[in-house]
Structures are given as C-alpha cells and as structure tokens.
C-alpha cells in the first residue's frame, strides 16, 4: 500500500510540474499586464514594482484603442450563435446516421470524419473568395462556415452517444403517438447531454480564440472579433504596445477561462460517452 501511495505522489509530483508549465505563460501576460511598456520590454520575467507598477493604465488605453468592448460583442454573437448552430444540426445529423445506417447514412458519416483531418490552410483561400460571393462575410455568417468546420468533431461523438441509446425507447414513444421532433428533442438530447456540453465547451473555446477564419472572411470595416481587435494594437514599424496589448488578452482570455473552469467536469464524460460506446 505504501509502494502505492509513494507511485501517486511521484505521478502527482509529476502532473502539477507540468500544469505549472502550462499556466506560466498566462501568468506572465498578467503580471505584464500592469507594467510600463518600457519596462515590459527590458525585463518581461519581473514582478511590476514601483515606477514599472502602472495599475489599470494598460487596461483603459487598450480599451479605448481596440473599441474592445464591440469586438467583445460581436466575439460572443460569432461564438454562441456558431454553437447553438452547430449542436441542432450535428445531433440530429449524428441521430439520423445511427438509425438510418443505410449506405448514404454510411458515406456521409465518412465524410465527416475526412472533415476532422482536412488542413484549414488547404480551403482558406477558396473559402475565403466563396464567402465573399455568398455575402457569409458577417457574424451570422460565420456561424455557417463554423458549423462547416466543427461538424466533424461533433457527429462524431455524437454519433457514439446515440449507438448507446436504446431505441426501444423511441419505439415506444413512437408507438404513444409521439412525433419524430418530440422524440428527439424529449427523449433523446435529454439522455445526450453530457456529450452535448462537452462539445460545446470544446466548440465554445476554439471560436472564442479562432483568429483566422474571422480574419479572412469578415469585413473589417464593419466587424472585428477581439483576437483581430487585438492585433490592431500594432502600429508602423512594427512597433507594439506591449502594455495595451497585455491588458487586451488578459480581458479576452478570463472569460473562455471562466467558462472552461465552470464547465470542466463535463469534458471527459462526454467525449468518453461519445469516444468509447462509439
């Protein structure tokens, strides 16, 4: 038993050296968060002391400089509308591919999966010049083109999920007089929803930070989500304000962080309810 134990602790020892090294960087953008830009660039590793201490500064001139509070909104209308898109379609996509299960259920499932593995950098140009002939260059536009790229992941383990269900149980509601949307939506997403929270939270965290799609295909005129907002902070020269910009990621990355730490527990569950009963 105490072999045991001291093999926990040495595994333990292990994990929280390697999450240390995962939650550095963060870290750093925060501590450089509230230091003088000047003294950013000279020692980036030291704590913010004295004259290098400039407060909440950096915060309110990459504020005002990014129009961070708009990108902030149109980030969550791409986010959650993108989402919201991609688990309606994707779960009963996944629903019909399992109970169906003819040849066409077959290939469009393998289709799916040869989405999972196609490079972005091998469409983007083309989808970039497409969204622009079908005017998709908008937030609610995104969510099409999102839902494109995020269905893969999705039907597959939702795919899973639905083989687990037995389908007595649509049998017998079927047989009540229930219709196929009251089947679906009241007998079975209530018994997906691990899964359902899982890939949204996965879906959910890749959007938030996606910095290319939005890039290509929005018109920056008009639309900017706060990773491109960000970016703005570089100026002629290729000079940067490094404050301006700490502050700026600190301001887009507590939110995705939030989220991810309330919704955590989740993840396993449904990827393995997907991953393994698949």
């Known amino acids: ?19 240390l ?29 004295g004259k290098a201490f400039v407060g909440m500064s950096n915060y309110t001139r990459g504020v005002e400089r990014t129009n961070l509070i708009e990108s902030f ?21 996944a629903w019909w591919i399992v109970r ?5 259920a077959k290939t469009l499932y393998l289709l799916f999966l040869f989405n999972m593995i196609v490079p972005f950098q091998m469409v983007m140009f083309t989808l970039s010049k497409i969204a622009d002939m079908l005017s998709l260059n ?6 099409v083109l999102y839902l494109g790229f995020g269905a893969g992941l999705a039907v597959f383990i939702f795919t899973g999920v639905v083989k687990s269900i037995p389908q007595e149980l649509e049998e017998a509601a079927m047989i009540d007089g229930a219709s196929v949307p009251r089947i679906f939506f009241e007998i079975v997403v209530p018994i997906m929803r691990p899964s359902i929270i899982s890939v949204a939270i996965l879906q959910t965290m890749w959007i938030w930070n996606d910095f290319l799609l939005p890039y290509l295909t929005l018109d920056m005129s008009k639309y900017k989500t706060m990773p491109i907002a960000i970016q703005y902070l570089k100026g002629g020269y290729g000079s940067v304000d490094m404050g301006a910009m700490m502050g700026c990621l600190v301001l887009a990355i507590v939110p995705i962080v939030v989220f991810y730490i309330v919704c955590q527990k989740y993840i396993i569950k449904g990827v393995m309810a997907g991953a393994v009963k698949g």
């Open 1 to 19: 038993m105490s072999e045991r134990m001291k093999h926990s602790g040495l595994w333990a020892t292990l994990f929280a050296a390697i999450s």
């Open 21 to 49: 090294i995962w939650i550095f960087p963060i870290v750093l953008v925060l501590i450089n968060s509230f230091k003088d830009k000047t003294y950013i660039s000279q020692n980036a590793f030291s704590i913010p002391l």
């Open 73 to 93: 909104g149109w980030t969550v209308v791409v986010t959650v509308g993108s989402v919201a898109l991609i688990l309606l379609c994707t779960s009963m996509c």
């Open 100 to 104: 169906v299960d003819n040849a066409a």
């Open 138 to 143: 908008t937030p609610w536009g995104l969510w």
